[in-house]
């Protein structure tokens, strides 16, 4: 383990990497956590070993207050960002979670110091992941990517390119200022009609990254949690027709 000074931030790197053809996937929170519960199912799913973490002052608690977390066991932790590590036969993946997004005054210098480390250790090719907001429910996974990307294989992959707007936070601009680097940036983003979180929309996402960087990995665990979350709106939609119902004929809607 070796710890590395960058300008404020602290970069704690667990074990050595030089990475083969090094491609960093990025899922922080934003709308409907759809990159952020993508990337952590993945990390999750196949057991992946933290390999780095960066904090520092521009990575506060997602109120924006300076302060730490308090884990179960009462640790004390920083809000940082968090590396894991997927080998595969011709690449190394790297996945990049964390609990917060860096302040907005702090986004473009967050994003430099990954890339510094990203480049140093081999790094050629940066993916954001996240969600957009959509009026369907119908899941779609759009793409944007930089001039310089060549697309026909996203496109290859049912894809849909974006017509237009901006992205907010890390998801653009991590891979955009890559791009100004010589690397490989482009989003894959899983639309979303709700703010809240939605799985369906980072299955999505899964099966996306899965198809285009080649490894394999198992959706049950995620649709388990999607049949909860849908038998559980199932049973909210009866009880407030049945309290509708009861208010009709007059009866408190607390009636048995």
């Known amino acids: 383990m070796k710890a590395i000074e960058m300008d404020g931030y602290r970069l704690v790197v667990y074990r050595e990497l030089r990475l083969r053809n090094g491609v960093l996937v990025q899922g922080l929170p934003g709308i409907g956590l759809v990159g952020k519960i993508a990337v952590d199912y993945i990390i999750s799913s196949l057991n992946l070993p933290k390999v780095a973490e960066l904090a520092g002052p521009g990575l506060l608690l997602p109120v924006g207050n300076a302060g730490v977390f308090v884990d179960g066991d009462g640790r004390l932790l920083l809000p940082s960002y968090k590396f894991y590590l997927l080998p595969l036969e011709k690449k190394d993946i790297l996945f990049l979670t964390s609990e917060v997004q860096p302040v907005s005054w702090a986004q473009f210098e967050v994003a430099e110091r990954v890339l510094d480390f990203f480049t140093s250790i081999g790094g050629c090719e940066v993916v954001g992941v996240c969600g957009t907001s959509a009026e369907s429910e119908e899941v779609e996974v759009y793409f944007a990517a930089a ?110």
């Open 147 to 256: 001039p310089d990307v060549e697309t026909s294989k996203l496109e290859g992959l049912n894809l849909r390119r974006s017509s237009g707007g901006t992205i907010t936070g890390a998801c653009g601009l991590l891979p955009a200022l890559a791009s100004l680097r010589g690397l490989k940036g482009y989003v894959i983003m899983g639309s979303t009609h709700t703010s809240e979180p939605n799985p369906v929309a980072a299955r999505a996402v899964v099966v996306a990254l899965s198809k285009l960087l080649g490894f394999s990995i198992s959706l049950d665990e995620l649709d388990r949690m999607i049949l909860e979350i849908r038998s559980r709106e199932e049973v909210m939609r009866r009880m407030l027709e049945q309290a509708e119902k009861r208010a009709e004929t007059g009866l408190p809607s607390w009636y048995v």
